[in-house]
């Protein structure tokens, strides 16, 4: 196989090369009702099909494991520049999906006092995102001490963590009137 034809099914998947088979099936089932073409608002069946035979590929132990050999091939072939040519994550679209999360539980506590928690899955619906990109995310708001892990196992915002969500909150609407104001004043 030529590396130009090369299709890097981990890089499709959006999973690193050491992801076990629920991982894989998991995130599967996310990316593929998210492309499949009957999704009218982000249906793309070019997309979908290369993530169908990604799926394939991987989930199949002997095709993983011939699929794995040309990946190492192909890795070692490519050129250091490309690597830091793939676009990183800037810490602005990291700090935006923090934010968006600790809204998230902020809303979860403020809905249900009594059950303020939310899971893995729940939180993988509800950001849109799966569970393996929010690893960083809950990590950095769990060291801040933003959210804490209850009981239960289930994750939600602490007092610290309503305090920096209301602050945001207080940014963003002092930010829109100086937008508002600029606007009218032009």
């Not at 993530?51 to 199949?60: Q, S």
């Not at 990590?139 to 289930?154: A, F, M, S, V």
């Amino acid at each position: 196989m030529e590396p130009s034809e090369f299709k890097d099914f981990y890089e499709i998947l959006e999973i690193s090369p050491n992801a076990n088979s629920d991982t894989i099936d998991r995130v599967f089932r996310y990316l593929a009702q998210r492309y499949h073409p009957d999704n009218q608002a982000t249906g793309d069946p070019h997309r979908f099909a290369g993530i169908v035979k990604a799926h394939e590929t991987l989930r199949n132990p002997t095709n993983r494991a011939q699929f794995d050999i040309e990946y190492k091939k192909n890795r070692s072939r490519r050129l250091p520049s490309s690597e830091a040519s793939e676009k990183p994550r800037t810490p602005y679209e990291d700090n935006s999906m923090q934010e968006r999360l600790l809204l998230l539980f902020y809303a979860k506590r403020r809905h249900s006092m009594n059950n303020p928690g939310l899971g893995d899955l729940e939180l993988e619906r509800l950001s849109g995102c799966p569970r393996e990109h929010l690893s960083f995310h809950l990590w950095y708001l769990k060291e801040k001490g933003w959210i804490t892990r209850l009981e239960n196992g289930l994750l939600s915002i602490t007092v610290s963590g309503v305090d920096q969500s209301n602050q945001t909150a207080r940014r963003a609407h002092s930010t829109k009137l100086l937008t508002a104001e600029l606007d009218y004043a032009h």
